[in-house]
């Protein structure tokens, strides 16, 4: 299961409402809200002087698909339940209710919603943008650093945010990464002298996975013969940056588990590149390394912001419907997009990488790495779809599509095809997990 839902199509003229079940010692409560907001949690707890948390995604779609909610008395019962509503709910004399765990919806006539408490609890996309810090993405992150941590931004941002630094192997695989130049025989010397990146090019050649013949019996062979210079390479910045810093473990629950989102949308858009006509085909390597890295973010804000984090988890299962970088601007000021293609980029990551990483959610993006942020979209959308991958279930344009030079069916054959190989990956996965 991956933390996003899809909100149904409208099916009538009726304004629609959403439901969310929220609970603490005292018992369940029901918020409705206009289905395109976010639910404010903060502004809830105010409001009602009590903790109230979303039910788990999966707890949700049970209580919701219950035989009763499909005949009126059962419906009349649920809205028995103490209610918390939008004000303007009561602006129509009868609206329809949604909740997008289930797709349970139904219509109600706004008298039936008199007895809930008005609560200023929904706030759009628009709303939150409006108040967001204004400035690049160091002033932004520099002022939620400020604002969100006892940190005292010093001189240089970086120093300031307390990461572990770069390992004498780490930098010199950056300098390879960035020189044209390199190759196999720059690369097999870095490896031999680095037990542990040793062990981990070993355990890569010998996942089913690459499906090497025979024996892999040297770091020489691993690299030359199964993984070549772009993949070890790759993987070996990869895990690196992504072993830097703990996973959480009160992330949302129901996530997709980090490296396993990682690898299949490395392994997706890296095989969606290379279906991309010649002429504007990026390179798959650097494809590959910025989907590995797409969501590194993500642990630098469980790093930088523990407690505030745990409420940003709570918003995100609060709203699965909802754009998970809307989400983090609320609760934090910052998204993991800002934070993790700035620090990659202060580490020299490739510019490609690193733009690909920032503007991942920006379809539009027209910039001279384009092909590599429409790639990072499409192969996290297309996973959503498959609950291999956090967020909102969106559509993808067919011009997307046509501006990669794909189509439809072509991207949906490498989707499945990779998805056949589905427990090599998750082998794979366990490989980098263990390091």
């Known amino acids: 299961m991956s933390v996003g839902v899809r909100v149904p199509e409208k ?23 206009p289905v395109a907001s976010l639910l404010n949690l903060v502004a809830v707890w105010k409001q009602t002087g009590r903790q109230l948390q979303p039910v788990r995604g999966d707890d949700a779609k049970r209580y919701f698909s219950q035989d009763a909610l499909k005949f009126q008395e059962g419906r009349d019962q649920l809205l028995s339940l103490p209610l918390l509503l939008s004000p303007e709910c009561l602006e129509h004399a009868e609206v329809e209710l ?32 409006a108040i967001q810090p204004e400035g690049d993405d160091v002033a932004v992150i520099t002022k939620a650093v400020e604002r969100f941590t006892a940190l005292r931004v010093k001189q240089r941002l970086e120093d300031t945010l307390g990461l572990p630094s770069l390992s004498p192997t780490v930098k010199k695989i950056i ?9 196999v025989s720059e690369l097999v010397p870095v490896v031999r002298v680095d037990p542990s990146l040793s062990a981990q090019v070993m355990s890569w050649a010998a996942s089913p996975y690459y499906a090497a013949p025979g024996d892999v019996s040297s770091i020489d062979d691993a690299v030359i013969r199964v993984l ?21 473990e009160d992330g949302p629950r129901g996530a997709t588990p980090y490296w396993l989102q990682a690898v299949y949308n490395a392994s997706l858009a890296e095989a969606l590149c290379k279906k991309m006509p010649a002429k504007d085909r990026p390179q798959p390597g650097l494809v590959y390394l910025a989907a590995l890295l797409h969501n590194f973010g993500y ?27 809307a989400v983090e601007q609320q609760v934090l000021s910052v998204t993991r997009e800002q934070i993790g293609g700035w620090l990659l980029s202060s580490w020299d990551l490739p510019e490609a990488v690193c733009t690909a990483i920032r503007h991942q959610n920006h379809a539009d993006y027209d910039g ?33 599509y046509a501006e990669l030079g794909l189509d439809r069916a072509q991207a949906e054959e490498v989707l499945q095809n990779l998805m ?4 090599d990956i998750k082998e794979l996965t366990t490989a980098l997990e263990d390091q």
Do not use: W
């Open 11 to 33: 099916s009538g003229d009726l304004p629609r409402y959403r439901l969310v079940l929220l609970h603490d010692a005292e018992g369940k409560v029901l918020a409705l809200l």
């Open 175 to 183: 300098m390879l990464r960035s020189d044209p130049d390199a190759g």
């Open 228 to 248: 070549g210079f772009d993949l070890v390479i790759n993987m070996a910045l990869g895990t690196a940056m992504g072993q830097m810093l703990r996973v959480p």
């Open 368 to 400: 001279e790495d384009k092909h590599y942020v429409k790639l990072l979209y499409l192969a996290n959308r297309m996973l959503r779809e498959q609950g291999l991958s956090d967020g909102p279930l969106e559509a993808v344009s067919d011009e997307l």
């Open 98 to 129: 949604l909740e997008p765990h289930s797709g349970l919806t139904f219509s109600v006539l706004a008298e039936k919603l008199k007895a809930g408490s008005h609560c200023n609890l929904a706030l759009t996309v628009d709303e939150i943008a």
């Open 420 to 423: 056949s190989n589905d427990e």
């Open 299 to 325: 642990l630098v804000l469980a790093h930088l912001f523990p407690p505030h984090f745990t409420l940003l988890s709570r918003y995100i299962e609060a709203n699965p419907h909802f754009p998970l970088d």
